[in-house]
C-alpha cells in the first residue's frame, strides 16, 4: 500500500479553492486500490474522520494573520511525521501545496529522508509576485519558493511554463520536475433555464440570457479588472458586464472606482460571490463570453471552468493562458483599445464563428485537461516515484561527481 500524505490544501470536503477542488477530486475519483489518501484539514481541532475513502486529519491552527497558512503547514508536516512513526509506515510520500514553509523545510525534510519518505512540492504560481503583499511578505515567498526547491525530491508543476520557470531560475539546484495539470469536466449544470434558482438570480441583478460578458476570479490587481473594466467601457456593446468576485469595500475597490467610474455605466454589474456550482456552471453556460484577466500563476481553474463551459472566451494573451486554450480562445493585450475592438468584433460572430471556437476549447479540455486524466496521471506518478527519485538522485550524485 501507498500513503500518500497530502498537506497544504485547507481540506476537504471542498468548499472553495483550487487546491482543496483537486484534493477532492483526487480523492473522489480515485481508481488504484493500492493508494492511501491522508489529507490535512485546518479546523479548531484535532479529529480525524473519512472522506472519499480518504484519511483526513484536522489541524488546530491559531489564526495568526498572513502567517496562519504557514503555521498549518508546519503543524500538518509534523503530524504525518508522528503518524509516520507511530504506525511504522513504509512506502510513503508527502505532498505539499505550495511554497509557504521555505525556511523550517530542510529539518523536516531530513527527518522524512531519514524514515525513508519522498517529499513531492507543487510550487503553485509566482505567490511572490501578487499585489496584495507587501515587500517583507514578497520577500519571503521568493526565499520559501527558493529553500523548498532546493531541497525537495520532486516539484510537480500545473503548467508548463511554471515548470520551465523552476527549471531555469532554479538551474543550480538541478531540480527533478514533473507536469501535471489541473483539471475539469465538461458538464452541463443540473439546472433548466427556467428553474426558480436561477430566474430569482437574473431578475436580482437584471441580467438577460446571451446577454452578458462574465468574469469569475479572486478581486485582486493581478487578475487585471480596472484594465477589463475600462476597455469594456471604452467598447460599444450593449452588453452587461457581470462580474462575480468577492467585493470588499477596500483601496482596491475605492481605487478601481474613481480612476474608472465604472458606476456611471449601468452595463458594469459587480454581483458578488456564487458558491451554488450547479449555479455558477449554468451562469457561466448562457453568458454570451468570458473575459479572463489572469496574468500570475500557473493552469488557472476559473480559466478552465469557463474553456468547458462558455462558448466564447477571450483571454489576457500570457503564456499560462494560451498554453491552456492555444486556438480555443480570442485573446488581448494591455494596449489600450484591445479589448474593447475585440469586444465590438465578437459582438458581431456569427453562430458558426462561436460554435467552432467552443468546439476547440472543449476539445483542450477533453484531450488535456479531464479530471479523469488527471487523477491517473497522479496515481501513476505517486506509485512510481520512488524509482523516479532513485535514478535522480544518482544523476545528481553524478553531476556531483562531474564538478569536483
Known amino acids: 500500500m501507498k500513503n500518500i500524505f497530502i498537506i497544504g490544501s485547507k481540506g476537504i470536503p471542498a468548499k472553495y479553492g483550487g487546491f482543496e477542488t483537486f484534493v477532492e477530486q483526487l480523492t473522489v475519483r480515485q481508481q488504484n486500490g493500492n493508494i492511501r489518501y491522508h489529507v490535512s484539514c485546518l479546523a479548531d481541532n ?40 507511530q504506525n511504522k509506515l513504509i512506502n510513503c510520500t508527502v505532498y505539499i501545496l505550495a511554497c509557504r514553509i521555505g525556511p523550517f523545510f530542510y529539518f523536516y525534510k531530513r527527518q522524512l529522508e531519514k524514515m525513508g519518505v519522498t517529499v513531492c512540492v507543487n510550487p503553485d504560481g509566482h505567490e511572490w509576485k501578487r499585489s496584495k503583499w507587501n515587500a517583507a511578505i514578497k520577500k519571503y515567498w521568493k526565499v520559501s519558493e527558493s529553500l523548498m ?9 500545473d503548467s508548463k511554463g511554471i515548470k520551465s520557470y523552476i527549471q531555469s531560475e532554479y538551474k543550480s539546484y538541478n531540480p527533478t520536475t514533473a507536469f ?6 465538461i458538464e452541463d449544470s443540473n439546472l433548466l433555464d427556467d428553474s ?11 441580467i438577460r440570457i446571451n446577454e452578458y460578458y462574465l468574469i469569475v476570479g479572486r478581486f485582486v490587481p493581478e487578475n487585471n479588472y480596472e484594465l477589463m473594466i475600462r476597455e469594456f467601457m471604452r467598447s460599444n456593446t450593449r452588453k452587461d458586464l457581470v462580474i462575480i468576485t468577492n467585493v470588499e469595500q477596500n483601496q482596491f475597490f475605492q481605487g478601481l472606482s474613481e480612476r474608472t467610474q465604472f458606476s456611471t455605466d449601468r452595463r458594469i454589474k459587480f454581483v458578488g460571490t456564487v458558491y451554488d456550482q450547479e449555479l455558477l456552471k449554468k451562469i457561466r453556460v448562457l453568458a454570451y463570453g468570458y473575459l479572463h484577466g489572469h496574468e500570475v500563476g500557473g493552469t488557472n481553474p476559473s480559466l478552465l471552468e469557463a474553456l468547458a463551459s462558455t462558448k466564447l472566451n477571450l483571454l489576457l494573451d500570457v503564456n499560462f493562458n494560451k498554453e491552456v486554450a492555444l486556438d480555443g480562445a480570442v485573446y488581448f493585450n494591455k494596449q489600450e483599445d484591445s479589448l474593447a475592438s475585440i469586444v465590438n468584433r465578437v459582438d458581431r460572430f456569427s453562430p458558426d464563428v462561436i460554435a467552432s471556437l467552443s468546439y476547440k ?19 501513476q506518478l505517486f506509485l512510481t516515484t520512488e524509482v523516479q527519485m532513485r535514478k535522480s538522485s544518482v544523476i545528481k550524485e553524478s553531476a556531483k561527481l562531474i564538478k569536483q
Open 46 to 85: 484535532n479529529e480525524e474522520f473519512e472522506h472519499n475513502s480518504a484519511r483526513c486529519f484536522n489541524v488546530k491552527t491559531k489564526k495568526i494573520g498572513a502567517a496562519t497558512a504557514v503555521l498549518y503547514d508546519v503543524l500538518s508536516i509534523r503530524r504525518c511525521i508522528d503518524y509516520i512513526r
Open 149 to 157: 526547491v532546493k531541497h525537495a525530491d520532486l516539484l510537480i508543476c
Open 180 to 185: 501535471i495539470a489541473y483539471g475539469a469536466d
Open 196 to 206: 426558480e434558482k436561477l430566474q430569482a438570480w437574473t431578475a436580482q441583478h437584471g
Open 361 to 379: 476549447a472543449k476539445q483542450r479540455i477533453e484531450q488535456e485537461y479531464s479530471w479523469s486524466k488527471i487523477v491517473n496521471e497522479y496515481e
